[in-house]
């Protein structure tokens, strides 16, 4: 008698992780931890240019911009940094207002090199300065359009990796050479991907942790399917706006049995929205899973004065409190309060402080996240045929 099936059985964690390991051969991303920075660090030195301007979207800014709103108001930065990355003519014309175009450095960032919206806005800063090799940079793959438009006019390039995908490509020369250039310490994020990147490999820590999250996600996410980023800082307005994109495009597949899978991110600022989304968390449908993300050090002693109002006496225990003890508070509360309801899977990550190594290492265990759970899955985490063929449409209205 022969047998034949093709059941599926939920792979193991060995099976996944030499998995793992055998997709790091060609997929880029995980061995940026172990890159040469010396050429990024060096040309950061020579930029004079007071604005950098970052022409791009989706994942050629999101990771930029959420290491960047993290540390900005922390570190002294020699250079400012801006993002066009809409073509919204308010929001474009209200950004370049702001700027000296005369003392700016453009970053035309495109892995394709024809992405529409990247193009569009790179046409309309030429038709108000003249882009050339002294103020304009191309970050795109070797063999794009771009580049060769680049080359011809004798403007300085870098290279994405054909095998690091966009969205994962935070940690190449599309997110570390404009840190690097306003005077972020490149070292030390790639130190900090580097520590979650080691504690994985060597099945530590981080490979524990992951290993168990990403399971619990995917053995239940027929009832779980939605995964709540809970971050008590506005400084990770920009993590949550690229976690969303990271997990949404890479985990929204159809698998190798043609079965429609996905897991749908949000990404919601404490409190902000402890007033608002909690309520659907606590008394809502039971569908969602959440991550609380608090800052153990916000590096800022600001406190509530002791102030008399008069009628409000009763919150004079405010008085003389620091805001960073407060909001940690309302993120503890917030945390018990889910506990409390014994059904609600939650985890909590707190970052050590408002650093370089932190966020990266934040980022990158997001990423090494997001493959476990495709491989978990059986899906493709690095393609995006759903966006791709929205593309192809819009080039087609457009010609």
């Not at 370089?356 to 990423?367: G, R, V």
């Amino acid at each position: 008698m022969n047998y034949k099936d093709n059941y599926n059985p939920i792979i193991s964690d060995e099976e996944l992780f030499d998995a793992i390991v055998k997709e790091k051969e060609d997929i880029g991303y995980y061995n940026l931890a172990l890159q040469d920075l010396s050429a990024y660090k060096e040309y950061a030195q020579e930029v004079k240019q007071r604005n950098i301007v970052v022409i791009g979207i989706g994942g050629s800014t999101l990771g930029t911009y959420a290491i960047y709103k993290f540390l900005k108001h922390t570190k002294k930065l020699s250079k400012k940094l801006f993002f066009l990355e809409t073509t919204d003519p308010i929001d474009i014309q209200s950004k370049i207002e702001g700027i000296d175009l005369e003392d700016t450095l453009f970053i035309v960032i495109s892995k394709s090199g024809t992405t529409v919206e990247t193009i569009s806005i790179f046409k309309y800063i030429n038709s108000l300065v003249l882009c050339n090799s002294e103020n304009t940079l191309v970050i795109t793959e070797d063999d794009s359009k771009l580049n060769s438009y680049a080359k011809s006019n004798s403007m300085k390039t870098f290279t994405i990796p054909k095998n690091v995908g966009g969205r994962f490509s935070v940690f190449s020369a599309v997110g570390l050479l404009p840190l690097a250039i306003v005077g972020i310490a490149i070292d030390d994020i790639v130190g900090g991907i580097k520590k979650a990147h080691d504690s994985f490999f060597s099945q530590e820590k981080t490979y524990k942790n992951l290993m168990k999250k990403a399971r619990f996600f995917v053995e239940y996410k027929n009832k779980f399917n939605i995964n709540v980023v809970f971050s008590y800082s506005s400084r990770l307005e920009g993590f949550n706006k690229w976690y969303i994109q990271l997990w949404g495009e890479s985990l929204g597949k159809v698998d190798f049995n043609l079965t429609r899978q996905g897991l749908t991110p949000i990404g919601i600022i404490g409190p902000i929205d402890q007033h608002s989304f909690l309520q659907l968390v606590i008394e809502g449908k039971r569908d969602k899973t959440l991550t609380v993300i608090k800052v153990n050090n916000f590096e800022n002693d600001l406190k509530i004065p002791a102030v008399e109002l008069k009628g409000l006496e009763e919150l004079n225990y405010l008085d003389n409190r620091e805001f960073s003890s407060l909001i940690n508070m309302q993120a503890d509360a917030t945390i018990e309060a889910i506990n409390n309801e014994k059904d609600i899977p939650c985890d909590v990550i707190t970052i050590d402080s408002v650093c370089e190594s932190s966020i990266a290492k934040l980022m990158y265990e997001y990423e090494l996240l997001t493959s476990i759970c495709a491989k978990f899955m059986y899906i493709n985490a690095y393609d995006q045929p759903g966006v791709e063929s929205g593309k192809i449409i819009l080039k087609s209205k457009l010609k």
